[in-house]
């Protein structure tokens, strides 16, 4: 019986295991997939190739040789939006770590991406009364929410995280995204610890101090979700009451 | 010991039931598939009315000369339709510009015509009571190319320009999400919610099918859409501010991803939910 018992433990281990392998490696805070090395390679070559001159045969997925200056781009930025309010127009000046990601089109070499790290994790804000987990059902509204800061939206519309467009969250929840890594059992699958949840809440409040150039937005930094809104969709994912971890 | 196997299998079998989920997103995507193959019958596309309407308004004379716009060079010669939206956007060197056809039936309007095109901007997408001619006559135009295939004019320097300027916008990051045209379209066999997306951040077959697709009719909103239009609402999504009509940015993307759809069959109008 005890053999019995021991074996079909390791049958069903070895099964979770093999099941759980997939989305252990899809739930680590690894940056968004590129298309392929050799593509971003040579479209940086266009980028930094600067005159037309003697050059050898285009690569297979490079521009036509014209090669464009950020003046130039600038100059069709403004000819696109430059009636737009003021306000709007700011939203779309490149800070520093834009311009690195612009520049190098997010596969930034190590250097540049540890300088962003190190300058957007000041641009943290951590609770000042130290709780990090707010209320998990106001979060799930919020990670289903998609309204807010277009340009059709009234000003006094509630933002939304939008967490559904690229993250599978509650297993219940049948229409996600791929963009971003599935975040089912998140904080289970994590066991809750103080170090997760202030690594996920820094990833959400500015997702530049932890992934360079990630794909994600930053939500506390760039002030499009507030504090409370980011304690609940933390909630959302750390407590063990939530869908997230019951389903 | 009881227990612990209980506890194990719960584990095992909630752990193993991941692919369930991915079998119910299949099924909806085949959902979504069927409803596409449903509505796409050309026979019941009302796109087909926008031609119609176009065809009309191509012929109407307007404007301070009172002219039609039959003389309306669209780059291969006045008047000729045939073939020429295939090859647009593309340099004018009457207008010493690359235009897409939207900027280029505008100019038309205004220095064959006369006609003021503020109203015809305003009206630039249709709504209830509110038909747009430019959606129109780019629906009529546009079907005098359909089953030929994408031809990007990339010959003259302004046309290389244009490209390149267009590829560099389709990775510019801004906006409160820190997003670009490349946050959604530069991986493969990625998906927003439940609708997929297209990989555009190179050549292959889904820009071809997305670029050979446009103009269309979308169900969702009753009306005949360019590709305009599609851009406005794409920066609309990325939280950018909304981009003007007939403006050198939008004339840039389109030519960028008209040159990595180039050789994809025209099938427009057509028709999406």
Not at chain 1, 51 to 57: E, I, L
Not at chain 2, 146 to 161: A, D, F, Y
Not at chain 2, 247 to 269: C, F, Q, R, W
């Amino acid at each position: 019986m005890t053999k019995l018992h021991v074996s079909m433990l390791a049958l069903a281990l070895g099964g979770a295991l093999s099941c759980a392998a997939p989305i252990a490696s899809h739930a680590a805070d690894q940056p968004v997939a590129k298309p392929s090395g050799a593509m971003s390679k040579a479209a940086d070559k266009t980028v930094e190739a600067t005159k037309p001159g003697p050059s050898p045969a285009p690569a297979k997925t490079a521009t036509v040789a014209a090669k464009v200056s950020p003046e130039t781009v600038d100059g069709y930025i403004k000819a696109t939006f430059g009636k737009a309010p003021e306000d709007w127009q700011q939203r779309i000046v490149p800070d520093e770590t834009m311009q690195a990601c612009n520049k190098y089109r997010n596969d930034v070499p190590h250097e540049v991406g540890d300088a962003i790290m190190k300058r957007e994790i000041t641009k943290v804000v951590y609770p000042a009364d130290g709780k990090f987990l707010g209320n998990w059902k106001e979060g799930a509204k919020i990670a289903n929410n998609g309204q807010g800061g277009q340009f059709s939206d009234k000003p006094e519309t509630v933002h939304g995280g939008n967490c559904y467009a690229c993250h599978q969250m509650a297993k219940s929840e049948v229409s996600f995204g791929t963009l971003g890594p599935s975040l089912t059992h998140y904080g289970k699958d994590r066991n809750y610890t103080e170090a997760e949840i202030k690594q996920a809440y820094t990833k959400i409040y500015n997702s530049q101090a932890v992934v360079p150039c990630s794909n994600m937005p930053r939500f506390g930094t760039n002030g499009f979700l507030t504090e409370q809104q980011i304690k609940d969709v933390m909630a959302f994912l750390f407590d063990p009451e939530s869908p997230v971890n019951k389903e | 010991m009881r227990p612990i196997t209980a506890l194990s299998a719960v584990i095992a079998v909630v752990l193993c039931t991941m692919p369930i989920v991915a079998k119910a997103q299949d099924a909806s995507e085949k959902e979504i598939e069927r409803y596409r193959e449903m509505i796409s019958d050309p026979m019941s596309n009302p796109g087909f009315l926008a031609v119609d309407r176009g065809e009309q308004l191509w012929a109407e004379k307007r404007g301070t000369k009172n002219v039609s716009l039959e003389s309306c060079d669209l780059g291969l010669g006045a008047g000729k339709l045939e073939g020429a939206f295939a090859q647009l956007p593309r340099y004018f060197k009457d207008a010493d510009r690359v235009m897409d056809l939207e900027q280029r039936l505008l100019w038309c309007m205004q220095n064959l015509q006369g006609l003021d095109t503020k109203d015809v901007v305003a009206r630039r997408f249709s709504g209830p009571g509110k038909p747009s001619d430019m959606e129109d006559l780019v629906a009529f135009i546009a079907n005098k190319s359909s089953g030929m295939k994408i031809e990007p004019q990339l010959s003259h320097p302004k046309e290389q320009e244009m490209a390149a300027v267009g590829e560099e916008l389709f990775h510019r990051r801004g906006g409160v999400m820190d997003f670009s045209c490349s946050t959604c379209h530069g991986a493969e066999g990625k998906r927003i919610r439940l609708q997929a997306l297209p990989y555009l951040a190179g050549p292959g077959k889904d820009a071809q099918v997305t670029m050979a697709s446009w103009p269309t009719y979308r169900v969702s909103q009753s009306a005949l859409r360019t590709f305009q239009h599609r851009l406005w609402d794409c920066y609309r999504q990325q939280r950018w501010p909304a981009p003007e009509y007939g403006s050198d940015g939008i004339t840039a993307l389109t030519l960028y991803l008209n040159k990595i759809a180039a050789g994809g069959e025209l099938a427009v109008p057509s028709i999406k939910r």
